[in-house]
Nanobody
Framework: QVQLVESGGEYVQSGRSLRLSCAAS????????MSWYRQPPGKERELVAS????????NYADSVKVRFTISRDNAQKTVYLQMNSVKPEDTAVYYC?????????????WGQGTQVTVSS
């Protein structure tokens, strides 16, 4: 059974740091690209950061560059999002996503989300 379980979301003051984790099970984690998305209240879900299967390539939304860092531990089957200098506009539900496309098709899994609330 495929599972992606996010954790680490909480209520935090502006300027502080936070680390989100996403623990994976039930699939070959090291062969999947992983991403963090977020959905602010009343808005569309948006890509925050992504990392390649081996961890050698990362990409970030302009709004979080420099402040956020995505990383992964393939041995622990976990992807992380280190969030520094958080701002009220970072308030959202954060989701992790696992994605792989090969000759057999596309495999796309999502977690249930974790709430991050940043106070001003």
């Amino acid at each position: 059974q495929v599972q992606l379980v996010e954790s680490g979301g909480e209520y935090v003051q502006s300027g502080r740091s936070l680390r989100l984790s996403c623990a994976a099970s039930g699939f070959s984690f090291s062969t999947y690209a992983m991403s963090w998305y977020r959905q602010p209240p009343g808005k569309e879900r948006e890509l925050v950061a992504s990392i390649s299967s081996a961890g050698s390539n990362t990409n970030y939304a302009d709004s979080v560059k420099v402040r956020f860092t995505i990383s992964r531990d393939n041995a622990q089957k976990t992807v992380y999002l280190q969030m520094n200098s958080v701002k009220p506009e970072d308030t959202a539900v954060y989701y992790c996503r696992a994605l792989r496309t090969d000759w057999r098709g596309t495999y796309d899994y999502w977690g249930q989300g974790t709430q991050v609330t940043v106070s001003s």
